[in-house]
């Protein structure tokens, strides 16, 4: 006798993994894929057949680099990709007050029964990265979350920097409007001063020399800044110094533009 399949209510659900990717988007060239993540994640990524993603494109060109080593379960062109859509992604959607992206749609896979995985161009997704949302959808659907191990560009700055990293909270991006971004730079110093609080910040890649050099023109003097590039890359550079000292180096110090992240604190 044939028995009917289970509803799909009543398949358990799969696990929503968290996929970390290495930290040389943007970079060439790039590292091996080895040297950045853990042979765990690389063999998970490979079976995987269900993605949100915040880039498709950047994520098809992961896939093309794990199936290097490690075989893909399926055909790249079957393997199936959702985008967050751009204001999930770019704003998040923690403020308080604000309408709160549902994801749900985008777990529809892990609903009835697959394994999934949610992956950032680079680092950890939902940590300074977007993804928070499709986390938090799983959490309230039921579905198991499960982050792999990998690079996370901000915990290698803050532990490569010196400052302090019991405490520390990340602020995203800074104004791009000079008296403005003055402003948020003299609000974060002073909280760095008085509580003893590093913060962390970024910028778009091609702005950070202006940054730097508002930094250096806008912090007091023995303020410690540090600027981080390059992290897990033959080239990777880390640098902490007082803004007085950054301000003398002047364009000697210039940051590139690859992806960094800054620091300040005591």
Known sequence: MSHAAPPASALPAGTLFLM??????????????EAALPRLAIETAARLAFW?????????????????????????QAVQIAELPRAAHKQGDHAGGGARFDARALLAPALVGHDMALISEAGLPAVADPGSSVVR????????????????SLLLALAASGLNGQSFAFNGYLP????????????????????????LFIETPYRNAALLHALAHTLQPAT??????????????????????????????????????FAIGL
């Open 137 to 152: 959808a799983a959490h309230e659907a039921g579905v198991p979350v499960q982050p792999l191990a990998g690079p996370s």
């Open 52 to 76: 949100v993603s915040e880039n498709a494109r950047s994520t098809r060109a992961f896939l093309k680099r794990v199936n290097a080593i490690a075989p893909l379960a399926q055909p790249l």
């Open 224 to 261: 410690r800044l540090s600027v981080s590039q390059g992290l897990t890359l033959p080239a990777a550079r880390c640098r902490t110094l007082p803004a007085s000292a950054w301000r003398r180096l002047g364009a000697n110090a210039a940051p590139g533009r690859e992806p960094a992240i």
């Open 20 to 33: 970390p990717a290495p930290l040389d988007f943007g970079c060439e060239p790039p590292a091996p894929l």
């Open 176 to 199: 791009q409007e000079a008296a403005a971004r003055a402003r948020r730079i003299r609000e974060l110093e002073a909280l760095a001063l008085k509580t003893g609080q590093t913060q």
